[in-house]
């Protein structure tokens, strides 16, 4: 007796089951190749959120870094990194106040900013508003003790204006001066001169 009459399975049934059990071979393996990607899918997301996360801390500490105030500054006693927050002031801008206040000793004015090399004046009517000076900051020029060689370390006095200043001072009685009044006035000494220095002069 044959195999097929003994089942009752035909030639297209018994294709027709080989291709059933294909087809739920394939199911099983894609539907384990899915469970395997699922295991991997947390860790492979978490990376990325920890990326993005990371990008997104960045930008926002640029933001932080680029936001500009709008609060009064102090012009003596503002350190770079607050006048880096003033419009139209970089790090480089910044670092050229500090040191051009420190060489004047102070601002006695902030309209001694326009001194600053190169410092654009459009800048200056952008932030004019914010800036005041505590002349209580100003390093004061003891004109009875320094020498020629220290008064013209000065940005406002020249060489033949420390000597004339240093020179009068000796030819006074007392080899002092003690008041503005008592500066002598000659070619390199004019009133002009005394008034832009006043501000820094100390007569004890």
């Not at 190749?33 to 959120?49: G, Y």
């Not at 220290?150 to 003690?178: C, G, M, T, V, W």
């Amino acid at each position: 007796m044959y195999w097929n009459k003994l089942f009752f399975v035909t030639q297209s049934e018994k294709r027709g089951t080989l291709l059933l059990l294909l087809l739920v071979f394939v199911l099983l393996g894609v539907r384990m190749l899915l469970a395997q990607q699922s295991v991997k899918t947390p860790h492979f997301t978490a990376e990325n959120n920890a990326v993005v996360n990371d990008s997104v801390s960045q930008q926002k500490i640029r933001v932080a870094k680029s936001i500009k105030t709008d609060q009064p500054v102090e012009l003596n006693t503002a350190d770079t990194t607050l006048l880096k927050q003033l419009r139209g002031i970089g790090s480089g801008y910044a670092k050229m106040i500090v040191n051009y206040r420190t060489r004047l000793g102070g601002f006695y004015s902030k309209e001694q900013l326009l001194e600053v090399y190169r410092f654009p004046a459009e800048t200056y009517a952008k932030i004019e508003h914010q800036l005041w000076v505590d002349t209580t900051y100003i390093q004061k020029i003891p004109i009875n003790q320094f020498t020629i060689d220290q008064l013209k370390r000065h940005p406002y006095i020249r060489y033949f204006q420390a000597k004339s200043l240093y020179d009068n001072r000796l030819n006074k009685p007392e080899q002092r001066y003690n008041a503005l009044d008592d500066l002598v006035e000659d070619r390199d000494v004019t009133p002009q001169f005394i008034a832009k220095i006043a501000p820094y002069l100390s007569f004890k």
